[in-house]
């Protein structure tokens, strides 16, 4: 039973992290990213980033790099944001 949460824990990090992709796709072909809330990417990069930290100090490596395949997909998203932001101004 303990391999069984292990592997939902890890696959749900892989799920978190496909969540970003499309709004990464939306901002990318529209080029614009009007509707999309920096303070809130900001929040959720803040939060995988400890997740980072906290599964290297605690020697947790799904929680690790769980949380860094998430991080990268979400900073994906808030830099597109940036660049289309500071691009349409």
């Known amino acids: 039973m303990k391999e069984i949460v292990t592997f939902l824990f890890g696959l749900g990090f892989i799920f ?6 499309p709004q990464a796709i939306r901002i990318y072909k529209t080029k614009s990213a009007k509707n999309i809330s920096l ?16 599964g290297y100090y605690y020697n947790d490596m799904i ?3 769980g949380n860094l395949i998430s991080f990268i997909s979400c900073i994906i998203v808030t830099l ?10």
């Open 39 to 54: 303070i809130t990417f900001a929040g959720f990069n803040i939060i995988q980033f400890n997740g980072i930290l906290y």
């Open 16 to 21: 978190n992290a496909s969540l970003f992709v």
């Open 63 to 65: 929680l690790m790099y």
């Open 80 to 89: 597109l944001a940036i660049y289309y932001r500071n691009k349409s101004t």
